[in-house]
T-cell receptor
C-alpha cells in the first residue's frame, strides 16, 4: 500500500505570494491533518479534514486554509506569504471511522522557504 | 485543556543499552490515545507505538514499549537495545476520542553513541 504523498517536496516563494500544497493520503484513509513544523515552535496543528469537512482547526490566521476532495486528497493554501511561514509542512492521514483515536501516518513533508 | 509535556530536550544513550523517554499528559477526557513518533533527520514522522486509555496492558512493538501509568498521566517510551539508527527526534502525542484533536509534545532528541 502506498504511503502518504506530498507535493511538491520543496518550494521557494517570495513574500506576498500564495502557495498551494497537496497531500494524497493512504488509500482508505478519510482523515487528513496538516501540521507546520519550525525549529522555534515545534510541531503545530493547522487543521484536520474528515470526509471533505474541516473537523478541527488550530490557531493559525485565516491566510491558512485547506480543503479535502471526495477522494480524500487534500490541499492546503497559504495566501500573502510571510517570512515566518518558512517551515516544513507535514500532512498525515488516519484510518478514522470516528469511533476512536487512531495513529496517523505522515508524508515526507513540503519544505517551504519564503524569501 | 490538553497538554503533552516532554521534559528531556536531548538524551544520549550507549549503543545496545535501554533508554526511557519521558512523556506526561493532561486531559479531562476519559477516552484518549497516546502515541509515539520518531522523526529522523530526513524529516518524515514515523509511527512507533500506540496505547489506548482503556488498555490494561502496556503496548509493545518490537524493541519499543510504552510504560503507561494512567494515574500519573505518564506514557514513557522505552527503547531496548538501542541502535545507531535510533538517533532521531521522538515525539509523544495524544488524541482525545471526543474532540479528534491531536497534540504533540516538543520532542526529545536522542543520540545513540557507538
Amino acid at each position: 500500500k502506498a504511503g502518504v504523498t506530498q507535493t511538491p517536496r520543496y518550494l521557494i516563494k517570495t513574500r506576498g505570494q500564495q502557495v498551494t500544497l497537496s497531500c494524497s493520503p493512504i488509500s482508505g484513509h478519510r482523515s487528513v491533518s496538516w501540521y507546520q513544523q519550525t525549529p522555534g515552535q515545534g510541531l503545530q496543528f493547522l487543521f484536520e479534514y474528515f470526509s471533505e469537512t474541516q473537523r478541527n482547526k488550530g490557531n493559525f490566521p485565516g491566510r491558512f486554509s485547506g480543503r479535502q476532495f471526495s477522494n480524500s486528497r487534500s490541499e492546503m493554501n497559504v495566501s500573502t506569504l510571510e517570512l515566518g511561514d518558512s517551515a516544513l509542512y507535514l500532512c498525515a492521514s488516519s484510518l478514522d471511522s470516528g469511533q476512536g483515536a487512531r495513529e496517523q501516518y505522515f508524508g515526507p513533508g513540503t519544505r517551504l522557504t519564503v524569501t | 485543556a490538553q497538554k503533552i509535556t516532554q521534559t528531556q530536550p536531548g538524551m544520549f544513550v550507549q549503543e545496545k543499552e535501554a533508554v526511557t523517554l519521558d512523556c506526561t499528559y493532561d486531559t479531562s477526557d476519559q477516552s484518549y490515545g497516546l502515541f509515539w513518533y520518531k522523526q529522523p533527520s530526513s524529516g518524515e514522522m514515523i509511527f512507533l507505538i500506540y496505547q489506548g486509555s482503556y488498555d490494561e496492558q502496556n503496548a509493545t512493538e518490537g524493541r519499543y514499549s510504552l510504560n503507561f501509568q494512567k494515574a500519573r498521566k505518564s506514557a514513557n517510551l522505552v527503547i531496548s537495545a538501542s541502535q545507531l539508527g535510533d538517533s532521531a527526534m521522538y515525539f509523544c502525542a495524544m488524541r482525545e476520542t471526543g474532540t479528534y484533536k491531536y497534540i504533540f509534545g516538543t520532542g526529545t532528541r536522542l543520540k545513540v553513541l557507538a
